[in-house]
């Protein structure tokens, strides 16, 4: 089958058909992603929490996104790829311009910006400059600290509003998506059916055109953040911690490497 496109991406929520995106950070699990038919590969900044270590998003660089694009480019050849501008990366049109080109160079064929109103001229410019834009709305992971933590938002008349016309604000611009975080389900379905683009939903509930989840938290692998959105598919977190105790079992009781796992001279 071709690449996934962005036209593909619109076309499906015409067709009434939900997309599935999924994170990866890496070389084997983009690829595994890639060749299970998952529609958007997201080469997300959760990847500072879930692979790197760190407490939030925030410390995430450019350069990090850049190394860990790289290596999901090498293995997708049929999912659209889209990566996260990190913290900082689209403080200004000029910025966000430059590092958006960067991440197009790279092999990324969208970005995703977190907000609405506040990043339009910032979205706008990217746009011009050729490169297509997948937005996101309600909770904001790069805005931990100005809302309090991770908090359900557009709970109030007025949040949901603001996040509904952000919505519509996103749309007129241009972007192709928007991503609906932590949001009630009532709100993102009006949002939903008030749109054209496709709407990929992270704890928004079934309404949405699409569901993303971070690759990691679905498999089982312990972090920092129990989402309740999540649900597991996996536990690979004790069976990877099951086979490392077997080999370490093995090296020292001096089992492994067996003679049919040495070679001969």
Not at 34 to 45: K, S, Y
Not at 134 to 159: A, C, D, I
Not at 237 to 247: D, N, P, T
Request: hydrophobic share 40%; proline share 4%; with cysteine.
């Amino acid at each position: 089958m071709d690449r996934m496109t962005v036209r593909n991406i619109i076309g499906l929520k015409r067709k009434r058909r939900k997309i599935t995106v999924l994170t990866a950070y890496d070389f084997p699990f983009a690829k595994i992603v890639d060749e299970a038919g998952v529609d958007i590969v997201l080469v997300g900044d959760s990847l500072g929490m879930v692979v790197l270590g760190y407490e939030t998003t925030l410390p995430v660089t450019m350069e990090e996104m850049l190394h860990h694009l790289k290596a999901a480019r090498r293995a997708v050849h049929r999912s659209f790829l889209v990566v996260d501008m990190p913290y900082r990366s689209y403080s200004n049109v000029k910025v966000a311009v430059a590092n958006a080109k960067q991440f197009k160079k790279a092999g990324a064929q969208a970005v995703k910006l977190e907000g609405g109103k506040k990043v339009l001229k910032q979205v706008q410019a990217i746009l011009r400059a050729g490169v297509p834009v997948m937005g996101h709305l309600g909770m904001l992971p790069q805005s931990v600290r100005e809302l309090g933590g991770y908090k359900v938002q557009g709970k109030t008349e007025e949040e949901a509003e603001r996040i509904f016309e952000d919505a519509k604000m996103l749309e007129r611009a241009g972007v192709f998506s928007i991503v609906l975080e932590c949001v009630p389900n009532s709100l993102a379905k009006r949002i939903t059916k008030g749109l054209r683009i496709p709407t990929i939903g992270i704890g928004a509930g079934p309404s949405t055109d699409g569901q993303v989840l971070v690759l990691h938290d679905m498999l089982g692998f312990e972090s920092q953040v129990k989402p309740r959105f999540v649900r597991q598919y996996a536990y690979l977190s004790e069976a990877v911690r099951k086979a490392v105790l077997e080999y370490r079992k093995d090296v020292l009781s001096k089992h492994f490497p067996s003679s049919k796992e040495s070679f001969k001279g």
